[in-house]
């Protein structure tokens, strides 16, 4: 499916009916939940990352970086309750890899919620997992900050939400941007983090294309060259989508795409057949990797079947409205 339209800043299609009685079933469900004990069945976003520059190394290890996030309406189904009686929390996941123990984010995220509010509910949670890993998506990052916005709503909201994206920072470096409306714009380690509009129409199709092979964060910023970091300007690239109307390569600038094709030469030679294909406007990569975004169009290329086991997922961007959680497109 071609995109027809330019793709222009600001130009966000208001939700829909649909759209909005989608958001307003999300937070009556979870009101409802919080008086009866029920469980909540919630989607939990995947995110990319538009632009990504790191801006320096910090004394604590950690990277400053500048990065346009947004939510996209792919991700993972969680479904979470009041476990009565429970001595613990507990949590399934069929996908292979995934850790169920207090390794998980998922779990870090309650037992911070019980420290930081004083609660001692502990919880049951089924994760239905279908974010890779190694993708660059936030997987593990959304379901600590959906289990963590579901903890809230099943004890009567103790916290404000500002409180939930704040605390969300001490375990994470991308947990807190899934508090904001969607689209945002952050700083620090990323908990800094500030709302945008979004760039691009809600309807403009994207397609996230990843290869079998993942791209470990660690690895990826062990081979980063700080010396060889991009100059382009965080703030002139939000502007340039601005003034010029659209993504274009110059401000979908990524620091880490050098280590990851350093690492990984062949996602270097998928974006540029990726990119020499006419059907999208941009390609990017989107976090430490190894999914690349394709914009403008969610048909996939004929030579992608020439490629084993390759991940292609149709999407687009997906934004919140404050006391709500993200919905799902089959919700």
């Not at 807190?176 to 500030?194: D, H, K, L, P, Q």
């Not at 965080?234 to 274009?248: E, I, K, N, R, V």
């Not at 989107?286 to 690349?292: D, H, M, P, V, Y």
């Amino acid at each position: 499916m071609q995109l027809e339209t330019p793709l222009r800043w600001g130009d966000t299609a208001l939700p829909t009916r649909c759209s909005r009685q989608r958001f307003l079933r999300t937070a009556r469900v979870a009101c409802e939940a919080s008086q009866r004990g029920q469980q909540l069945q919630l989607f939990s976003p995947a995110k990319i990352n538009i632009f990504l520059r790191i801006l320096g190394k910090r004394p604590d290890g950690y990277h400053n970086l500048a990065s346009l996030f947004h939510m996209i309406d792919f991700g993972d189904s969680m479904s979470i309750g009041v476990a009565e009686e429970a001595a613990e929390d507990s949590l399934a996941c069929k996908m292979e890899g995934v850790p169920t123990d207090s390794s998980n984010l998922v779990m870090k995220a309650l037992d911070l919620f019980r420290r930081k509010t004083g609660k001692e509910e502990r919880f049951c949670v089924d994760l239905q997992k279908q974010i890779p890993h190694g993708a660059g998506l936030g997987g593990g990052s959304g379901n600590a900050a959906t289990a963590l916005w579901a903890a809230n709503q099943l004890t009567g909201c103790p916290a404000k939400e500002w409180q939930l994206l704040k605390w969300a920072g001490e375990i994470g470096s991308d947990i807190s941007v899934f508090f904001s409306e969607g689209a945002a714009f952050c700083t620090g380690r990323g908990e800094i983090v500030e709302n945008k509009k979004p760039p691009l129409s809600l309807r403009t199709p994207l397609l996230l294309i990843k290869p079998k092979v993942a791209s470990p964060t660690p690895a990826v910023f062990k081979a980063l060259d700080l010396s060889g970091l991009s100059k382009a300007d965080p703030d002139w690239m939000m502007a340039s989508m601005t003034m010029c109307g659209c993504l274009t390569q110059s401000n979908v600038v990524n620091d880490l795409e050098a280590p990851a094709f350093k690492l990984l030469p062949e996602l270097q030679e998928l974006k540029q057949r990726l990119s020499a294909d006419k059907r999208f406007r941009v390609v990017f990569m989107t976090g430490s990797g190894s999914t690349l975004v394709g914009v403008g169009s969610d048909d996939p290329p004929e030579f992608l079947k020439e490629y084993s086991n390759m991940f292609i997922q149709p999407t687009h961007l997906a934004v919140r409205q404050p006391g709500a959680w993200y919905s799902s497109p089959e919700l």
